[in-house]
């Protein structure tokens, strides 16, 4: 057996990365890794978390307005970007800097470094200019916002990373896109005060999401005054003499200030070296893997938003518990990608998890549909028009709760239980005999008694 410089070199420092190194490495085992940016990846740095965080602050509009109905009068207020940027990045480092510790107190070797494949046990460090040998490399690299390139123009055009870094809170923005990105973005440049208009090329916002679900954040986001353009594309971004961009799309003109690109992300393979190795890559560039997520070179896995399965930092995560039960403490077990609960953190937010009722049709022959729609008892004294949705799923054969799906306030708290319930095999009747939490919005999901409508065949009945 030829011996190693280490016995597992991670390269990628974000959530699936960190969490193979750092728990191999507490299991005793010699463990090195890299990342040439910060440690966090996507997830910390300039997605989730940040996100998360612009979120909160893009709603405080809404309830400073809100609370008058309650009695309250506020005072004057203002708003300061440069403000909310400093504090983000301040928690941002302080994040970075516990995925750091965590490796080290586990004895993880850290490298700043960019690292690269030379062959199939063997990881150039660049920064370093040094190479080192591992007898199982995993690869978790993550992804980046594709750039669009085919778009004249598409280099004055920002992307989620530099819109957590933008130095002035543009006055107005064009955001491409109808996915994740799009619509979380376009509602916090709303929330701020942005003049925001969304473009997206489908016949509704966020596709594959329940129809319902789709078309009640579309409402609720034109309501507040988001414009959203359906059926559209980008032609041409230029830049006017005043600075400000001009748009052409198919279906007309547009000045702003700024243009956001959020058309889905890309694996980042290029100039990793995989071709040293021989690490098979498919035609979008993501590396492919088992579901143990073995490449086809036995010493190299890749696990994350490198492999495009689903682009999720818990499901890195979890790819990543599973290569260590599989590699290292003798329990093969294979990753399941099935009833991933996701939101959405749109205003309002969207929360779901299985199948939509679309999807579901096409798979069962019958289906009862369980509906409610209502208004957020806040939304009685605070005056607001707003509505919440909630839809299950149950597949009529054997009652099973296929799809779960909630827009509306804490969908994603409420998303992140029905998960459980829906992993669990739960069936309708288990819902029936859950005894209600009242007064909440949540209580709705266990008291929708009567099939709002039935799906036969495919046809509504
Ligand atoms: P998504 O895949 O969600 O959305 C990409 C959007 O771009 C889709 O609306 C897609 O349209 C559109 N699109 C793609 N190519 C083109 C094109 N050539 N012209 C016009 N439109 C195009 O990607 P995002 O970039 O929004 O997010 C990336 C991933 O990150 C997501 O898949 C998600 O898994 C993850 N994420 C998760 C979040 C969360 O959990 N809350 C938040 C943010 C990101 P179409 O639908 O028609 O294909």
């Given at each position: 057996?030829?011996?190693?410089?280490?016995?597992?070199?991670?390269?990628?420092?974000?959530?699936?990365?960190?969490?193979?190194?750092?728990?191999?490495?507490?299991?005793?085992?010699?463990?090195?890794?890299?990342?040439?940016?910060?440690?966090?990846?996507?997830?910390?740095?300039?997605?989730?978390?940040?996100?998360?965080?612009?979120?909160?602050?893009?709603?405080?509009?809404?309830?400073?307005?809100?609370?008058?109905?309650?009695?309250?009068?506020?005072?004057?207020?203002?708003?300061?970007?440069?403000?909310?940027?400093?504090?983000?990045?301040?928690?941002?480092?302080?994040?970075?800097?516990?995925?750091?510790?965590?490796?080290?107190?586990?004895?993880?070797?850290?490298?700043?470094?960019?690292?690269?494949?030379?062959?199939?046990?063997?990881?150039?460090?660049?920064?370093?200019?040094?190479?080192?040998?591992?007898?199982?490399?995993?690869?978790?690299?993550?992804?980046?916002?594709?750039?669009?390139?085919?778009?004249?123009?598409?280099?004055?055009?920002?992307?989620?990373?530099?819109?957590?870094?933008?130095?002035?809170?543009?006055?107005?923005?064009?955001?491409?896109?109808?996915?994740?990105?799009?619509?979380?973005?376009?509602?916090?440049?709303?929330?701020?005060?942005?003049?925001?208009?969304?473009?997206?090329?489908?016949?509704?916002?966020?596709?594959?999401?329940?129809?319902?679900?789709?078309?009640?954040?579309?409402?609720?986001?034109?309501?507040?005054?988001?414009?959203?353009?359906?059926?559209?594309?980008?032609?041409?971004?230029?830049?006017?003499?005043?600075?400000?961009?001009?748009?052409?799309?198919?279906?007309?003109?547009?000045?702003?200030?700024?243009?956001?690109?959020?058309?889905?992300?890309?694996?980042?393979?290029?100039?990793?070296?995989?071709?040293?190795?021989?690490?098979?890559?498919?035609?979008?560039?993501?590396i492919v893997v088992d579901?143990y997520s073995r490449t086809?070179?036995?010493?190299?896995f890749a696990l994350?938003?490198?492999t495009?399965r689903?682009?999720?930092?818990?499901?890195?995560?979890?790819?990543?518990?599973?290569?260590?039960?599989?590699?290292?403490?003798?329990?093969?077990?294979?990753?399941?990608?099935?009833?991933?609960?996701?939101?959405?953190?749109?205003?309002?937010?969207?929360?779901?998890?299985?199948?939509?009722?679309?999807?579901?049709?096409?798979?069962?022959?019958?289906?009862?549909?369980?509906?409610?729609?209502?208004?957020?008892?806040?939304?009685?004294?605070?005056?607001?028009?707003?509505?919440?949705?909630?839809?299950?799923?149950?597949?009529?054969?054997?009652?099973?709760?296929?799809?779960?799906?909630?827009?509306?306030?804490?969908?994603?708290?409420?998303?992140?239980?029905?998960?459980?319930?829906?992993?669990?095999?739960?069936?309708?009747?288990?819902?029936?005999?859950?005894?209600?939490?009242?007064?909440?919005?949540?209580?709705?999901?266990?008291?929708?008694?009567?099939?709002?409508?039935?799906?036969?065949?495919?046809?509504?009945?």
């Open positions: 057996m030829p011996s190693f410089d280490y016995d597992l070199f991670v390269i990628g420092g974000g959530s699936g990365g960190v969490r193979s190194a750092r728990v191999a490495a507490s299991l005793g085992k010699k463990v090195g890794i890299a990342e040439e940016y910060r440690f966090g990846g996507t997830c910390v740095i300039r997605g989730c978390v940040p996100k998360k965080l612009f979120v909160y602050a893009s709603q405080y509009p809404e309830h400073f307005e809100d609370s008058a109905g309650y009695g309250w009068t506020v005072g004057e207020k203002s708003f300061d970007w440069k403000k909310l940027i400093a504090a983000k990045d301040k928690e941002i480092t302080r994040l970075e800097g516990l995925y750091r510790k965590g490796l080290e107190t586990a004895g993880a070797d850290i490298f700043e470094s960019r690292a690269e494949l030379v062959d199939a046990h063997t990881v150039l460090l660049k920064g370093l200019d040094r190479t080192v040998t591992a007898e199982r490399i995993v690869i978790a690299v993550g992804g980046a916002p594709n750039p669009h390139a085919a778009l004249p123009g598409y280099e004055l055009c920002i992307s989620s990373n530099e819109a957590f870094h933008l130095e002035t809170l543009p006055k107005s923005i064009l955001i491409a896109g109808g996915g994740y990105i799009a619509v979380e973005f376009a509602n916090i440049f709303h929330g701020l005060g942005v003049e925001t208009t969304l473009i997206y090329r489908g016949q509704e916002i966020l596709s594959r999401f329940d129809q319902d679900m789709r078309r009640g954040l579309h409402e609720a986001m034109t309501a507040k005054g988001i414009r959203i353009l359906l059926q559209d594309v980008l032609q041409d971004v230029s830049r006017n003499e005043d600075g400000s961009l001009a748009v052409t799309m198919n279906n007309g003109n547009l000045q702003v200030e700024t243009v956001m690109l959020a058309l889905g992300r890309d694996p980042n393979t290029k100039g990793l070296g995989l071709e040293n190795a021989g690490v098979q890559i498919d035609e979008r560039g993501a579901a086809n070179v036995p010493s190299v994350g938003d490198v495009d689903v682009q999720l930092t818990p499901v890195a995560i979890h790819e990543a518990m599973c290569f260590i039960e599989t590699e290292y403490r003798g329990n093969p077990t294979p990753v399941d990608h099935d009833l991933i609960a996701t939101a959405v953190f749109s205003q309002p937010e969207i929360g779901t998890v299985g199948l939509s009722e679309e999807a579901a049709a096409k798979k069962y022959g019958e289906l009862e549909i369980y509906r409610a729609q209502f208004r957020p008892m806040k939304a009685t004294l605070s005056g607001r028009q707003e509505r919440t949705i909630m839809k299950l799923i149950v597949n009529a054969a054997d009652r099973k709760v296929v799809g779960a799906h909630i827009l509306g306030h804490e969908a994603g708290e409420m998303a992140q239980l029905l998960g459980i319930t829906l992993k669990a095999g739960c069936t309708k009747d288990d819902f029936d005999r859950t005894m209600a939490v009242h007064p909440t919005a949540a209580e709705e999901l266990v008291t929708m008694y009567v099939p709002s409508y039935r799906i036969r065949n495919g046809e509504r009945v």
